[in-house]
């Protein structure tokens, strides 16, 4: 199966599951424990626009949308952003709107943006230094990129999950110096959340959760 076919079925998968994405009380807090680390660390201003990539249903654009001037919500899951798209509406939201974006395979578009945030996103793709050099091109000089995933595990985590997943999470100093390599600079990491989760019945399993910060040089 190529990657054109593999992005689609992750692609599906997300469509079909952002109907109860957010009922699960774990991602809700997590997405929170998340938000509230970016805030601390970053500290964004009303004078950012943020892209939100791989965004889901919203739940962290949404929380540093009152902290920033505009939030675009980018994913490549139609499913996803349907549901953005009806909470934007019924919360009547004119400082945030919707992309369809992959960016491991379309051109990066023309739109830069001050702060880019993704969480939890990049185990699901593959070519990861070309989404990290997308996300360079797209920043404003001096932006401010944020990337929320998995330490390294054994591959416990999405043991039942249906998704597609390359990666079992990342080690963080090696991501670090590739973010080095591609031009990012002042990168710093910290733990923004632990999720406690059953990989088995009667065994659970501590999984942390790092953001890096780093940013593009003026």
Known sequence: MDRS????LASNIFDKAAATWDSKPLRV?????IGETIVREVQPSQE????????????????????VRSVTGGDNSSGMLDVLRQKITDMTLNTMEVMRLDLEHDAVPKKRFHM???????????????????????????????LIDLDTEPGTFHANADEVIYHHGFDRDELKERLKEIGFADTR???????RKEVSEGK????PVFLIVARRPE
């Open 116 to 146: 880019i945030v993704t969480a939890m996103t990049m185990h699901h793709v593959q070519d990861t230094d070309n989404l990290l050099r997308a996300f360079h091109g797209l920043l404003h000089p001096g932006g401010v990129l944020c």
């Open 5 to 8: 076919m593999l992005s689609r």
């Open 204 to 207: 659970a399993e501590s999984f």
């Open 48 to 67: 950012m626009d943020v892209l939100d990539y791989g965004c889901g249903t919203g739940l962290l654009s949404l929380f540093l949308l009152p902290h």
């Open 29 to 33: 807090a997590m997405t929170t424990a």
């Open 189 to 195: 990491d910290v733990t923004a959340h632990t999720i």
